[in-house]
């Protein structure tokens, strides 16, 4: 199978969220940029300061990049490191939800606000309150509830919030080890006008096919970053990638809390260190976002692309042969 083309190659793209609004397929991700900061498992060379939007009418069609849709430097709390966003709409108003560095080098999430699925966004003065670590992503259920998951560990400091305090000296510790379970991704009710959670901050389970936690050392199954959760038939599909191992791989629960239990991989490597997707219907046909370094060479620039994803006779995930 010929590998797909990113979906655009005017600009370095990551970490892609899709969704479909007003019939439109809209993509946001973040935005590389070229650094001569080296590579490091604190993940300094990915130096992002804005946000882009871009949309397509078909897959395979012309894609619109309709430019810079919030800047680092609007938002009052930021101080560096703008990564991989999402979006959401309800009632009429469009949300983007992103992490960055505050003024003391704490990960945290904030929320921008706009009138059109391209923004431009305005963005909360503050970060939403109890969020923390990287990698927002939104769901919004049938019955207008709306989640929100993030998390992630080395350089995206889940390993710092095990006591639900921030602490600076765990950041060593990269995760999880020894004879314990990985750490978990976060999720969080919304409140209603989707800019403050709703309750409290919990852990999303994620069970392996055993029924018990996944371990710290199963590498190949465990929690990293990357939290995206799509609705197929009823059941919540849990997907993340394993970072070091460079998979995406998927859980499947009965509700958007969990627990999850783990149902295999979607994606195989690809060229590149990070591996971070989306999953979205569009049209009558699935598709998976990712991104590769396939346009570049370098692992801080990097471009995404997208593949079509079946269901099999038990709802299992997978590429589909061949692509449209």
Known sequence: MADPKPIVDHLFTADPSAHVFNGKLYVYPSHDRETDIQDNDNG????MTDYHVFSMDSVGGPV??????????????????????????KNG????????????GIFRIGVAVGDKPEGPFEPDPEPIQGSYSIDPATFVDDDGKAYLYFGGIWGGQLQCWRTGKFVREAYETM??????????????KLTDDMRSIDGEVREVVINDSDGKLIHASNHDRRFFEAAWLHKYKGKYYFSYSTGDTHYLVYAIGESPLGPFTYAG???????????HHSIVEFKGKWYLFYHDTSLSGKNHLRSVKMRELVYDADDKLKLAESQS
């Open 44 to 47: 300094d060379q990915y130096d």
């Open 64 to 89: 619109t990049d309709h430019g810079i849709a919030l800047k680092a430097d609007s938002v009052p709390w930021v101080d560096k490191q703008m990564w991989a966003p999402d979006a959401a709409e």
């Open 93 to 104: 108003k469009y949300y983007l939800y992103y992490p960055a560095r505050d003024k003391e």
């Open 175 to 188: 995760e999880a080890s020894g004879d314990e379970p990985a750490l978990l991704p976060r999720v969080a």
């Open 265 to 275: 991989r979607i994606l195989e490597p690809v060229q590149g260190w990070t591996t």
